[in-house]
């Protein structure tokens, strides 16, 4: 009997640690191991890749991290799909008939470039999603109030957001609201209303959360996802 398995971090445990044992790690009462987890290098774009048997262990030991990429999909039994956060936004997706998951980190970048709208297109083409089954949560980021951009990136991101034909959604000048710009997104794509969890935690806010803004952290909380088969 196979089930969905999702985690969306904390403090505790936090990646630093993880990276520093390079072994399984626990997440609540499952043993997470470390040779059936991938885990993507992250460079703020809005690359997803969809994971092969081969790619389990990616990140841990001798075996590299997906280059590039800042989503990744699976089906496959027992891999669990790992991104890490401190302000930007983890999303995680599934859907349960297809088994089907993927995570994503959706920082100003990602959300600015859809990310959510990349992977939920191969959800759907490359693994016949039905849009109406997908379940989205939103985890914790960084919150409007305390996400305050130049000039210059305020205006690209917008802009960018605006021709794409979504709202700006924002009510402070030189402020970005990634959470609700990957609400609207999240909807356009196609799911339901009621099939997507807002985590309504701010990271710079909540002392519980790493935040780069708040603390210029280099730790990170990490976010995970996997088909669970036995």
């Known amino acids: 009997m196979s089930r969905i398995f999702w985690h969306l971090g904390s403090c505790n445990p936090d990646y630093r640690t993880i990276m520093k044992r390079h072994t399984d790690f626990e997440l609540g009462n499952r043993i997470i191991p470390s040779s059936q987890t991938v885990i993507a290098e992250q460079t703020h774009s809005n690359l997803v890749h969809i994971c092969s048997?081969?790619?389990?262990?990616?990140?841990?030991?001798n075996h590299p991290q997906i280059a590039i990429a800042d989503g990744l999909i699976t089906?496959?039994?027992?891999?669990y799909l790992l991104i890490r956060t401190a302000d930007c936004t983890p999303i995680l997706l599934f859907d349960e008939e297809q088994k089907v998951v993927a995570a994503l980190h959706s920082g100003r970048?990602?959300?600015?470039?859809?990310?959510?709208g990349s992977c939920i297109d191969l959800m759907i083409t490359h693994y016949h999603c039905n849009p109406d089954r997908i379940i989205a949560y939103i985890g914790a980021?960084?919150?409007?109030?305390h996400y305050e951009v130049s000039e210059d990136i305020y205006t690209e991101f917008n802009n960018t957001i605006l021709e794409q034909g979504f709202s700006s959604c924002t009510n402070q000048h030189r402020h970005l609201n990634i959470r609700t710009t990957i609400f609207q997104q999240l909807i356009r794509a196609g799911l339901k209303f009621i099939n997507i969890e807002n985590v309504q935690i701010c990271t710079y806010e909540d002392p519980g959360y790493f935040s780069f803004r708040r603390d210029g952290t280099k730790n990170r909380q990490i976010n995970l996802i996997g088909i669970i088969d036995e």
């Open 109 to 116: 970048e990602g959300t600015r470039q859809n990310i959510a």
């Open 141 to 145: 980021g960084i919150c409007e109030t």
């Open 75 to 79: 089906n496959i039994p027992n891999q």
């Open 53 to 61: 048997e081969g790619d389990s262990g990616a990140g841990f030991a």
